[in-house]
């Protein structure tokens, strides 16, 4: 099945800080304010309190081997 076809897989705040080798309070810190400095992969709140990311934009966050990424495409 093509990768656009497939549906989004959502990574846990410690998948996410694996793969971008931070730390997850560093996450946290950039989820608080990412409305504001859109550091990092935009974080969604999921079942009230935890947070999931978008496996796309975690990967684009490592292959721009940056934390600043551009969400206006």
Same mark, same amino acid.
């Given at each position: 099945m093509p990768k656009?076809? #497939?549906p989004e897989r959502w990574l846990t705040s410690q998948e996410t800080a694996d793969r971008l080798r &931070?730390?997850?309070k560093t996450l946290?810190?950039?989820a608080s304010t990412w409305e &504001?400095?859109? #550091?990092g992969p935009k974080p969604f709140r999921m079942g009230g309190r935890a947070l999931r990311y978008r496996e796309s934009d975690v990967d #684009?966050?490592?292959v721009e081997g940056g934390t600043s990424t551009d969400h206006s495409k």
């Open positions: 656009s076809l #497939r &931070v730390a997850r946290y810190n950039w &504001v400095e859109h #550091r #684009r966050c490592v």
